[in-house]
């Protein structure tokens, strides 16, 4: 079979389980993830069906960048093992062709999806998260409470998951609000309720409630830990808006605002890895902390994709077993190895954002956190680089 003749035999092959792969892996990880967020969200703030929509569309680019990796490592693995098995790849080798001749298609679609993994995960997954959160807060602010219910419970925490807010309407139509408790815990050794008979949701910064009674239940600062005061007072109106706000959000919203303003805001999540690159060189000059979770997740937007082409290293040799063997074994190597380098890529993530391991290096931090961020990957290549040498010597 000429050279031409066999990459394209060998990678249309490759191309339908690839596809087929990330339509399965898409689907499981959305419907286990993404899309059940969503409808936590509908049934919480009354998002339409139409928006949800448009939204699980724009988180869909993010769920293919994440399963590509094991989308082009199921395909390698599947149409490698299938030659192997009908002899092919013995007789590919019998005509003088080399293993790595032989693997010239499943490299060329792995450089080809690390390229579009790159794209995905570099440009329209920041685009698509930003798109998100913006008609997230249009349809928050404009929407009623969730259709086809009697009573609705909101709930705020702060960041160490403690309860901060938590309102509970017992009977609502539309915008139209009656019954509603608030109990509100933000305050330190404070606890506040108001129970209002009526109000309106105009917005979801806005809900105004009517009749509102209002009572405080101070903890005393002496040393009897029973020692409680009480006080309650009627409110003509109350703007609920200005409870449900976390403590402490006015001033982390400035705070991103001047962070944005003097280019050192860093996310992952909606910004290129050349705008973290360069906010985050921006703080060291400034001499400004940067979290050492900004450089693991600046470089795993280079090292994600790679995986996609490093994998395939360890895939091919392993879904090849040379006929006297007469066992398939390596199919099932094959597959530990995948979870191996999802376990390497999660460890290493965790070392990096602890400090407990820093005494292992005594390089610089973001030089340490560059060498944690590109080991999983490197690890892998060399495992592979050393199965194929393996391979071509007993075939």
């Given at each position: 079979m000429a050279p031409k003749l066999l990459d394209r035999y060998i990678f249309r092959q490759l191309l339908d389980y690839f596809v087929m792969g990330v339509v399965v892996?898409?689907?499981?990880?959305?419907?286990?993830?993404?899309?059940?967020?969503?409808?936590?969200?509908?049934?919480?703030?009354?998002?339409?069906?139409?928006?949800?929509?448009?939204?699980?569309?724009?988180?869909?680019p993010r769920s293919i960048a994440l399963v590509m990796p094991a989308s082009v490592f199921l395909a390698v693995l599947l149409v490698f093992n299938q030659l192997?098995?009908?002899?092919e790849?013995?007789?590919?080798?019998?005509?003088?062709?080399?293993?790595w001749r032989i693997m010239a298609p499943a490299l060329a679609l792995g450089l080809l999806c690390s390229g579009m993994a790159y794209w995905l995960n570099d440009y329209v997954v920041p685009w698509c998260n930003q798109k998100t959160e913006q008609m997230k807060r249009i349809a928050i602010s404009e929407s009623a409470l969730p259709a086809n219910g009697s009573s609705f419970t909101y709930t705020t925490f702060d960041e160490k998951h403690n309860l901060t807010q938590m309102i509970?309407?017992?009977?609502?139509q539309g915008h139209h609000l009656e019954d509603t408790t608030i109990l509100d815990l933000s305050k330190p050794k404070a606890m506040q309720i108001y129970q209002a008979r009526s109000g309106e949701l105009n917005a979801y910064d806005g809900w105004s409630l009517e009749n509102v009674n209002h009572y405080t239940i101070v903890r005393g600062q002496s040393a009897?830990?029973?020692?409680?005061?009480?006080?309650?007072?009627?409110?003509?109106s109350l703007r609920l808006g200005d409870l449900i706000k976390n403590p402490n959000q006015d001033e982390?919203?400035?705070?991103v605002e001047r962070e944005r303003a003097s280019g050192t805001w860093i996310s992952s999540e909606q910004q290129t890895f050349g705008q973290m690159l360069q906010a985050i060189q921006k703080r060291e000059s400034n001499q400004e902390r940067v979290a050492r979770g900004n450089y693991l997740q600046l470089w795993a937007k280079l090292t994600w994709p790679l995986s996609c082409l490093v994998i395939i290293l360890s895939a091919v040799p392993l879904s090849i077993t040379p006929p006297r063997q007469g066992s398939n074994r390596g199919f099932v190597y094959a597959i530990g190895v995948l979870f191996l380098f999802y376990m390497l890529h999660n460890t290493f993530q965790n070392i990096g954002k602890s400090s407990h391991f820093d005494f292992i290096a005594s390089m610089p931090l973001p030089a340490y956190l560059t060498l944690l961020a590109w080991m999983p990957v490197t690890i892998m290549a060399i495992i592979g680089c050393v199965l194929i040498q393996r391979k071509t010597n007993v075939l």
């Open positions: 892996f898409t689907l499981v990880a959305f419907f286990s993830d993404t899309l059940l967020k969503f409808i936590r969200d509908v049934q919480k703030y009354g998002i339409p069906f139409s928006t949800l929509i448009t939204m699980v569309g724009l988180q869909l192997n098995n009908q002899f790849i013995v007789a590919f080798r019998m005509n003088g062709i080399s293993l509970y309407v017992s009977n609502y009897a830990a029973d020692e409680q005061k009480f006080s309650s007072g009627h409110l003509g982390k919203l400035a705070e």
